[in-house]
């Protein structure tokens, strides 16, 4: 079946310093999304990308999808403590337009 | 609005008692999804559910796990007998899909079930 990984699954930075997750699929993807679940919440959405090599940008978040469509990337630029939590990709398969297959997301910790 | 709601928000329970998970989408949405949460097999989708009718349920362990969407305010989500490997965070999730078939799922608080 279709699988989503993520790197690194851990990362812990200075409040400050950037960060970046990347997110590779076993399979093309139609659509991919992003969350973030904070400690002890709820996963949220971010974002979604449709288009190949399409980047998009959320005030310090920039989120690119492959040329392929298999892998995509987020980048948090100067990372905040509010940015504490697991990102998570998820992606859509062609034709499985109401399933997603989340990865297995990344863990961010940040200190002062 | 206020978003999907999940009940009991914990849950403890003895291995072989029945449990059942409860949620009701936001209203309007017509895409109904359950989901398990563990450390080590990450977040997993187990059934949804489009317009009450189950689409997939691929996912679902085994048949001591079973869902209904009799309506659609009200869905659940049963174990019978629950095992202590069944001990996780259930989220309920649900959409509306937008054009071009994306969505945005919106996640309910979850329910963390122990099975002792």
């Known amino acids: 079946g279709q699988q989503v990984m993520q790197i690194p699954q851990y990362q812990h930075v200075q409040e400050g310093e950037d960060f970046t997750t990347y997110c590779n699929s076993s399979?093309?993807?139609?659509?991919i999304q992003w969350y973030k679940q904070r400690p002890g919440g709820h996963p949220v959405f971010l974002i979604q990308?449709?288009?190949?090599?399409e980047v998009k940008k959320q005030k310090r978040l920039t989120f690119q999808f492959g040329e392929a469509k298999k892998n995509s990337s987020l980048h948090i630029t100067a990372t905040q403590t509010t940015d504490v939590g697991t990102y998570f990709c998820?992606?859509?398969?062609?034709?499985?337009?109401?399933?997603?297959?989340f990865g297995t997301g990344t863990r961010l910790q940040v200190t002062l | 609005d206020a978003g999907v709601i999940q009940s009991p928000r914990h849950e403890v329970t003895e291995m072989g008692q029945e449990v059942t998970l409860r949620c009701k989408p936001i209203?309007?949405?017509?895409?109904l999804f359950w989901y398990r949460q563990t450390m080590m097999r990450g977040l997993e989708l187990l059934i949804y559910?489009?317009?009450?009718?189950?689409?997939?349920d691929s996912g679902m362990p085994e048949d001591r796990f079973s869902a209904k969407m009799p309506n659609a305010s009200f869905s659940t989500l049963k174990i019978q007998p629950s095992e202590p490997r069944d001990s996780a965070v259930y989220f309920c999730?649900?959409?509306?899909?937008?054009?071009?078939?994306?969505?945005?799922?919106?996640f309910g608080p979850g329910t963390r079930l122990t099975v002792t």
């Open positions: 399979t093309t993807l139609s659509n």
């Open positions: 209203s309007g949405h017509d895409y």
């Open positions: 990308l449709v288009k190949s090599g």
């Open positions: 559910f489009n317009n009450n009718v189950p689409i997939d």
């Open positions: 998820a992606g859509i398969n062609t034709g499985t337009a109401s399933k997603l297959t």
């Open positions: 999730a649900s959409s509306l899909p937008v054009s071009g078939g994306a969505y945005e799922q919106y």
